[in-house]
């Protein structure tokens, strides 16, 4: 396993994040408790976890497998999020003070835990300023219930936005952003990557293989099914086959994929973590397994080095589609400008 600081702060995460979005959902106690096991027997050091996971039961399982094992609390990195609807009432979703105090106790209770490391935004909320909630952040690290603030699923704007307010009003960092982020889909690196570069915000991508994709288990024109996450629901969220399926560029991108693993004797997925790992300003890259095979396999990508060629034909590949202006070409060109020679 290899380590890197959380964004620009002083604390060590390990560059596999195991994400746990399938506990209490598609994966049971017991087999949460076993990923959660060979996660850190691996030297992973960074678990994340939201209060929508299975409606507190990700939570509530990653404080029970704490508990269970002494002295694995001040080993790990906890981070959670609070954002979408925890129940029925008018207060109890969004970005404002009185839901965010709730949904981070809720939140804290569920850990078993007195402060959670690192506390995300969701996402963008529309109703709430965005001093309120820079503030709600603020006011919790300096009452110890969190260490650090981050956000998820902003967008360029948004993001240049939080820290820029932070800055003016003396609150303390947005440290992290954890945006949809894989070969695939590479839009982030318009306007989210600069960002992060510019403000030493780390990136935490979610769905790393494209829900699947870029694992290689699907096949052109052959629609899934059985007991994969497309194959019980072919129409599951960006992930869905049709769509991608229709795009050239998918098939083109696992092309490339697949000559890599060829090349290196590593599966595809493996290929997939290993160069989103090594983008610009990537922190630790969040796993998403249903199974402990499957976090195997994953976990074969912290040790994968590809090399310069390798990582020319993964780039060209998965170059996402642009137009001039903007950001291609003659875009990037006229925003650039070098010092004389003489």
Known sequence: MRYRTLGATGTVVSTLCLGTMTFGAET?????????????????????TADVYSRGISEEIVGRWLQARPG??????IATKGRFSMGPGANDAGLSRVHLTRALEASLRRLGVEAVDLYQAHAWDPLTPLPET???????????????????????WQLQKAALLTQHLGLAPIVTLQPQYNLLAREIEFELVPVCENEGIGILPWSPLGGGWLSG???RD???????????????GVEAYAGRNAEERTWRVLDAVRQVADELGASMSAVSLAW???????????????????????????????????????????APPVGDYPYG????????????TG
Do not use: C, H, W
């Open 134 to 156: 820079l503030r709600f952040f603020d006011d919790a690290i300096s009452a110890g219930k969190i260490r650090y603030a981050g956000v998820s699923n902003f967008t360029g």
């Open 276 to 318: 989103l790992a090594g983008r610009s300003a990537v922190t630790s890259v969040i796993l998403g397994a249903r199974t402990t095979e499957q976090l195997d396999d994953n976990l074969t990508a912290a040790d994968l080095t590809l090399d310069a060629e390798q990582i020319r034909l993964l780039d060209e590949a998965s």
């Open 222 to 236: 052959t629609p899934p099914t059985g007991a994969t996450r497309l194959g019980e629901n072919p129409e599951r």
């Open 28 to 48: 049971d106690e017991a087999g949460s408790f076993a990923q959660l096991d060979r996660f850190a027997e691996a030297g992973g050091t960074f678990i994340d």
């Open 72 to 77: 694995m609390r001040d080993r790990m990195v």
């Open 329 to 340: 070409r003659p875009g990037v060109q006229q925003r650039g400008r070098e010092l004389p």
């Open 217 to 219: 288990k699907y096949r």
